[in-house]
């Protein structure tokens, strides 16, 4: 939408209490210097990231009050491990339309309270302990994979999904 490529250093500094950002639909690639960046938004509870251009996704910053975070249709292909670090109030992660093809054991290390993760149109073959804890899990959506169902869903409990 404007064509926004880079976000220059203290951008966001003063914004202690921005609860919500989006920069969907732009021409963002470096996720380091804008992690770095909004590391100063202490409020930030939704951040909207999709449909940009970043091939990693990095997670020096820490987001405590982070619920939702959309970063699909990018070119992600590996995740980091954790995906976002201090992420205990995190909700809804949107992953669907990169290039990710397996998911480690603790993608979602201490996202204890994640209710939805989209990981549609991705190349995931594997996930392996992926989901073990999150209790919380109501919707996994990985449309348009080529996941081993049994595999992936062999530890799962059937009262959470």
């Known amino acids: 939408y404007n064509e926004i490529r880079d976000i220059s ?3 966001f500094s003063g914004l202690a209490r921005l609860q919500s950002l989006y920069l969907q639909h732009n021409h963002i690639s470096d996720s380091s210097s804008l992690l770095h960046e909004l590391s100063h938004c202490t409020s930030l509870e ?12 990095e997670t020096a910053a820490s987001f405590p009050p982070l619920q939702s975070l959309y970063i699909g249709s990018n070119s ?4 980091p491990s954790p995906v976002i670090r201090n992420c205990n109030k995190l909700k809804l992660i949107d992953l669907s339309n990169n290039t990710i093809s397996e ?3 603790d993608s979602f290390n201490g996202c204890t309270q994640l209710k939805r993760i989209k990981l549609n149109d991705n190349k995931i073959k594997f996930i392996r302990n992926a989901f073990n804890n999150l209790t919380e899990l109501q919707t996994l959506s990985w449309l348009y994979n080529s996941v081993s169902v049994s595999m992936a869903l062999s530890y799962l409990r059937p009262t959470a999904l």
Not at 46 to 57: D, E, H, P, T
Not at 76 to 79: D, K, M, P, Q, Y
């Open 9 to 11: 250093k203290g951008t």
């Open 46 to 57: 939704v951040l909207r990231l999709n449909n940009n251009k970043i091939s990693s996704f």
């Open 76 to 79: 992600i292909s590996v995740l």
């Open 103 to 105: 998911l480690s054991d």
